[in-house]
């Protein structure tokens, strides 16, 4: 789980879980454990204090961005890297939300994945085609 909360990608995916609550209030059961506050009638309360610790996190994740990834900045960065995985979980995420999380980051990191090789070939490829084109000015 820490090993994914450095990713940009599970940052967005929480972030968005945050949009879809402002959006739709009543999914709030859907993604987050909410029982206890169901039955205390407390869940205005929870959802919430959810939309706050996910800006938190927003937040806390922005200032991560923006610290340099030098040895010197380590301490700092593991500092927030706590902070955010205490932040989340906080939130209580269900399970299935959680594998599901992970299901979509696995789906999106396969698609970069592909991507960067496609990126890889068509790098190659141009470079073939200039060694041609540079081979074809020589004899003329």
């Given at each position: 789980?820490?090993?994914?909360?450095?990713?940009?990608?599970?940052?967005?995916?929480?972030?968005?879980?945050?949009?879809?609550?402002?959006?739709?209030?009543?999914?709030?059961?859907?993604?987050?454990?909410?029982?206890?506050?169901?039955?205390?009638?407390?869940?205005?309360?929870?959802?919430?204090?959810?939309?706050?610790?996910?800006?938190?996190i927003r937040?806390?994740?922005?200032q991560?961005e923006?610290?340099?990834?030098?040895?010197?900045?380590?301490?700092?960065?593991?500092?927030?890297?706590?902070?955010?995985?205490?932040?989340?979980?906080?939130?209580?995420?269900?399970?299935?939300?959680?594998?599901?999380?992970?299901?979509?980051?696995?789906?999106?990191?396969?698609?970069?994945?592909?991507?960067?090789?496609?990126?890889?070939?068509?790098?190659?490829?141009?470079?073939?085609?200039?060694?041609i084109?540079?081979?074809?000015?020589?004899?003329?």
């Amino acid at each position: 789980m820490k090993a994914l909360l450095k990713t940009r990608l599970f940052l967005g995916e929480v972030t968005s879980l945050g949009e879809k609550i402002v959006r739709t209030p009543g999914i709030i059961q859907k993604f987050f454990d909410c029982s206890e506050d169901i039955a205390e009638g407390r869940l205005e309360e929870k959802r919430k204090q959810i939309l706050y610790n996910i800006s938190k996190i927003r937040e806390l994740g922005s200032q991560l961005e923006r610290t340099p990834c030098d040895k010197k900045y380590s301490i700092a960065r593991s500092r927030f890297i706590v902070k955010i995985s205490c932040l989340i979980k906080d939130l209580n995420l269900l399970g299935k939300q959680t594998e599901r999380i992970i299901k979509n980051l696995r789906e999106k990191l396969r698609l970069l994945n592909k991507l960067e090789e496609e990126r890889e070939e068509l790098n190659f490829s141009l470079k073939h085609i200039k060694q041609i084109k540079q081979g074809i000015k020589r004899s003329c």
